[in-house]
């Protein structure tokens, strides 16, 4: 017969088995994170006018839950930050107000909520500028028609106008008063979009930038005006409630650059000054370009070890290979995006092992309040 002392290690062990490392408790900062999995930024196309809408506080709220950290879609941080039709702002005071109820009710819930805060630079053209002026960039050179996500249209873009040394500082200052905005508006914190090939990577990859001033040539230049914004927001808003988002290893928008490990790490050593920012969020080179899945297995891996803060990956994640990540120490959090935005409920089926809802590429960007927006059934609805 079984005595005690031998059942309590076997019971103790069984429990383990069954932890689910996606779904243990994390501690970013100050923040009680109760899972680790991730909504990451998506936008939506549904502000109309760039004003966040109504609609928006279902589908936020939909994705909530209680100790869950969720990043916001891709959030203009100036009047020459935008570059698609119907993405939200955070520059204007009915922008500001807008956000309130969104960010309200993913708190109601007990969600986590950053603002993901982006320009654009040259992934735009005249239609979205003030005046009809050209796009800015770290660069004159134009970058090719792209096909949309629907893999028919064309989007087309206007030659970009580099921009001056003496006017970047007024660029930074566009990003560090839309972090106080965000903090105004209620949300946590915010995440620097310094990913595919926006402006912040026009600055930082060599394929791109060929300025010839203190923000071009070498990494240290071409990191500058990265580095200078998280500066100026960690300032701003305490360097405990800013994280970045890279894709060193992606080449969207002609953004490529000839050492994405040298570039990674250089970046990862230096998040680590200005009082050591929250996090770091980088995306996986498997994700070259959206659909794209390569095996590069710990690509991530230096720079995870060279950031002193919360590291986050993402791209291309599922329950297993999350799992995965967290159980290695990869990562502290894994970010989803597509399986979110079809998932409302993603964490309660990882937790169930239960069967996915399969996005709808067509509805990604559709500006509906409803439809590929709100309409994906939670589990309940559909068992
Ligand atoms: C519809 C859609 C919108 C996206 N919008 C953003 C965005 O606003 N900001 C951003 O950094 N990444 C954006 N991404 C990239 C996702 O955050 C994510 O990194 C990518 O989808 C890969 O992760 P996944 O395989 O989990 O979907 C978007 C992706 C999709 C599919």
């Given at each position: 017969?079984?005595n005690?002392?031998?059942?309590?290690p076997?019971?103790?062990?069984?429990?383990?088995?069954?932890?689910?490392p996606l779904?243990?408790p994390?501690?970013?900062?100050?923040f009680?994170?109760?899972?680790?999995?991730v909504?990451?930024?998506?936008?939506r196309?549904?502000s109309?006018?760039n004003v966040?809408?109504?609609?928006?506080i279902?589908?936020?709220?939909?994705?909530?839950?209680?100790?869950?950290?969720?990043?916001?879609?891709?959030?203009?941080?100036?009047?020459t930050a935008?570059g698609f039709t119907h993405t939200?702002?955070i520059w204007?005071?009915?922008q500001v107000?807008?956000w309130?109820?969104?960010?309200?009710?993913?708190h109601?819930?007990?969600?986590i909520f950053f603002c993901q805060?982006w320009?654009v630079g040259?992934?735009?053209?005249?239609?979205?500028?003030p005046?009809?002026?050209?796009?800015?960039?770290?660069?004159?050179k134009p970058?090719?028609?792209q096909?949309?996500?629907n893999?028919i249209?064309l989007d087309?873009?206007?030659p970009?106008r580099?921009?001056s040394?003496?006017?970047?500082?007024?660029?930074?200052?566009?990003?560090?008063?839309a972090?106080?905005?965000?903090?105004?508006?209620g949300?946590?914190g915010?995440?620097?979009h310094g990913?595919?090939?926006?402006?912040?990577d026009?600055?930082?990859?060599d394929?791109v930038?060929d300025?010839t001033?203190q923000?071009?040539g070498?990494?240290?230049n071409?990191?500058?005006?990265?580095?200078?914004?998280v500066?100026?927001?960690?300032?701003?808003?305490g360097a405990h409630?800013?994280g970045?988002?890279l894709?060193?290893?992606a080449?969207y928008?002609?953004?490529?650059?000839?050492?994405?490990k040298?570039l990674?790490?250089?970046?990862?050593?230096?998040l680590?000054?200005?009082?050591?920012?929250?996090?770091?969020?980088?995306?996986e080179?498997r994700?070259?370009t959206?659909?794209e899945?390569?095996d590069?297995?710990n690509?991530l891996?230096?720079?995870?070890?060279a950031?002193n803060?919360?590291f986050?990956?993402?791209?291309g994640?599922?329950n297993?290979?999350?799992?995965?990540?967290?159980?290695?120490?990869?990562a502290?959090l894994?970010?989803?995006g597509?399986?979110?935005?079809?998932?409302?409920?993603?964490?309660k089926?990882f937790?169930?092992?239960?069967?996915?809802?399969?996005y709808?590429?067509?509805?990604?960007?559709i500006?509906?309040?409803?439809i590929?927006y709100?309409?994906?059934?939670?589990?309940?609805?559909?068992s």
């Amino acid at each position: 017969m079984e005595n005690r002392a031998d059942a309590e290690p076997q019971q103790e062990q069984a429990e383990k088995k069954n932890v689910i490392p996606l779904l243990t408790p994390y501690k970013m900062g100050s923040f009680n994170l109760s899972h680790r999995i991730v909504m990451g930024p998506l936008t939506r196309q549904r502000s109309y006018n760039n004003v966040p809408q109504p609609h928006a506080i279902l589908y936020y709220s939909q994705r909530s839950t209680k100790g869950g950290f969720l990043i916001s879609e891709a959030t203009g941080v100036s009047d020459t930050a935008q570059g698609f039709t119907h993405t939200p702002g955070i520059w204007t005071k009915e922008q500001v107000e807008a956000w309130k109820p969104i960010v309200d009710a993913v708190h109601a819930k007990g969600g986590i909520f950053f603002c993901q805060i982006w320009h654009v630079g040259r992934v735009s053209n005249q239609d979205f500028q003030p005046n009809g002026q050209a796009p800015i960039s770290s660069t004159d050179k134009p970058l090719k028609p792209q096909l949309r996500a629907n893999g028919i249209d064309l989007d087309q873009f206007t030659p970009p106008r580099q921009l001056s040394t003496d006017e970047i500082p007024q660029i930074v200052n566009d990003f560090r008063l839309a972090a106080r905005n965000a903090i105004e508006a209620g949300f946590d914190g915010v995440e620097i979009h310094g990913a595919h090939g926006y402006l912040i990577d026009q600055f930082i990859k060599d394929q791109v930038n060929d300025r010839t001033d203190q923000y071009g040539g070498s990494l240290e230049n071409r990191c500058r005006f990265a580095l200078e914004i998280v500066e100026a927001i960690s300032n701003e808003i305490g360097a405990h409630r800013v994280g970045i988002r890279l894709s060193i290893f992606a080449d969207y928008m002609e953004s490529g650059d000839s050492n994405p490990k040298a570039l990674g790490l250089y970046m990862a050593e230096s998040l680590n000054k200005y009082g050591g920012i929250l996090y770091c969020h980088m995306v996986e080179p498997r994700m070259k370009t959206l659909g794209e899945k390569f095996d590069t297995h710990n690509s991530l891996l230096p720079m995870r070890k060279a950031f002193n803060g919360t590291f986050l990956v993402a791209g291309g994640y599922g329950n297993e290979d999350g799992n995965i990540a967290v159980v290695e120490g990869y990562a502290d959090l894994v970010v989803y995006g597509r399986l979110f935005l079809a998932n409302p409920d993603l964490p309660k089926r990882f937790e169930l092992d239960a069967p996915l809802n399969k996005y709808n590429r067509d509805t990604f960007y559709i500006p509906d309040p409803v439809i590929g927006y709100t309409d994906y059934p939670f589990l309940e609805a559909t068992s």
